[in-house]
């Protein structure tokens, strides 16, 4: 009864229009009026406890770092070099599509900022290139969707401080699987293209090369940066995100020039916006998540998943659909939120790696964000390349498939991800 009402009424509140971190906060009220432990005092202190979080912090500044970037110069230059290592084969453009989401990835962490940047760049090449609009645009969308994995992520930040696993350790563990998946969309897309008749670049000379790879320097050293850093504990996960946000306004504003003083405040407008939404919604979560605990919501989905707590991989793969099922649904960052309280004390119970889980949940719900019907990275690339937003869904699926076959034989091959892992971090 408790799950019912709880699911209730935040499915009935989301179906009223309401946003997701109100209606939290509605289904947060219900399941108090249910327990009979009604207490503003207690919502208001959650509310204010769940936001003040150092780990946090790195948000905001990841955010600012991925604005800077897309501002200034260093997106660009990234797509640039990789145009000019793989722009001359068949079908390059999407390989320099893949290629540039994935460097991308290292500097900003978010899937939406990415493929909103690789979408303005690059689809309208591709199409004059000869390829299909959608198939363009689903690659794009499936590829801006490896922001999450590879580090720095905001998502593994959220995770991180929502189950109390080391944020650094998701990071390094992200590492291999936001690979595995870029070599999946490279070879979908090799055989989407190997027949089509289209219209191939010249090879670019030595010189050409060496001049795109200087002029990319500034930017291909912030990863370098983060993850060594990280590796050899440097900085923490919230201190990398200063340190990323700093160097691509000093690269931006001094070092490429692109990034001009009267633009700054709208730079940190957009970010601080997008960073006020998600800090909303982890507030309001940190009140449902100790409501979570208090009706042991937990425990009544144990005994539902009791029969698969003796195989870890049965378990993974039925909590892996369960997962993919509510992301079609919700968007990224509450179903994280909401999700992992309930899930982490039954992962803990089976014996599964916590950083482990992580990076599966995090991918799982990556690949969320290209799923209808919420599918937020489906409606940005929609917007940005002026398509509707079914037209980019039937030129995502090749992608899609081959993204949940990585995630599968991640579920069936634990050593996939804690072998890299363990290198990492070493």
């Known amino acids: 009864m408790t799950v019912l009402i709880f699911v209730g009424a935040l499915l009935g509140a989301m179906a009223l229009g309401m946003p997701i971190a109100f209606a939290l906060l509605v289904s947060s009220v219900a399941l108090m009026w249910h327990l009979d432990i009604f207490d503003a005092q207690i919502i208001a202190q959650n509310f204010i406890a769940g936001a003040d979080n150092f780990p946090l912090l790195a948000i905001p500044f990841f955010m600012l770092a991925g604005e800077v970037m897309n501002v200034g110069g260093l997106s660009r230059r990234i797509v640039d070099v990789a145009m000019v290592f793989v722009g001359h084969v068949k079908g390059g453009l999407g390989y320099v599509a893949i290629v540039a989401a994935c460097i991308l990835s290292a500097l900003s962490g978010s899937a939406v900022a990415d493929a909103a940047a690789l979408s303005a760049l690059l689809v309208p090449m591709m199409i004059k290139a000869g390829h299909s609009k959608a198939r363009s645009a689903g690659l794009v969308a499936a590829s801006g969707i490896i922001g999450p994995v590879i580090p720095p992520s905001i998502g593994f930040v959220i995770f991180g401080v929502a189950a109390n696993v080391s944020i650094t350790k998701l990071f390094l563990a992200g590492i291999m699987p936001g690979i595995y998946i870029a070599a999946a969309l490279w070879v979908t897309w090799w055989l989407c293209v190997r027949k089509d008749n289209l219209s191939i670049g010249s090879r670019a000379s030595a010189r050409d090369l060496w001049r795109a790879t200087v002029q990319a320097s500034w930017a291909l050293m912030l990863p370098v940066i983060i993850i060594v850093g990280l590796r050899f504990g440097v900085f923490t ?146 917007g940005v390349t002026r398509q509707r937003v079914d037209h980019v869904m039937r030129g995502v699926w090749p992608f899609l498939i081959a993204e949940l076959i990585i995630l599968l034989l991640l579920v069936l091959f634990p050593v996939l991800v804690t072998g890299p892992a363990r290198w990492f971090s070493g």
């Open 237 to 382: 996960p919230t201190e990398a995100a200063v340190v990323a946000a700093v160097y691509a306004l000093f690269v931006s504003t001094v070092i490429y020039r692109e990034l001009k003083l009267a633009q700054l405040y709208a730079v940190f407008m957009a970010a601080a916006r997008t960073t006020s939404v998600v800090m909303l919604l982890v507030a309001a979560a940190s009140i449902a998540g100790w409501l979570v605990t208090v009706a042991d919501l937990p425990g009544a989905i144990t005994d539902l998943m009791e029969p698969f707590l003796d195989n870890p991989t049965l378990l993974l793969l039925a909590i892996m659909l369960l997962v993919i099922v509510v992301g079609t649904a919700m968007d990224m960052t509450p179903t994280i939120l909401i999700l992992t309280p309930v899930l982490m004390p039954i992962v803990r119970q089976a014996g599964i790696d916590p950083v482990y889980f992580g990076v599966l949940f995090i991918i799982n719900m990556s690949i969320s964000l290209i799923t209808p019907p919420v599918g937020t990275v489906l409606s940005v690339v929609a």
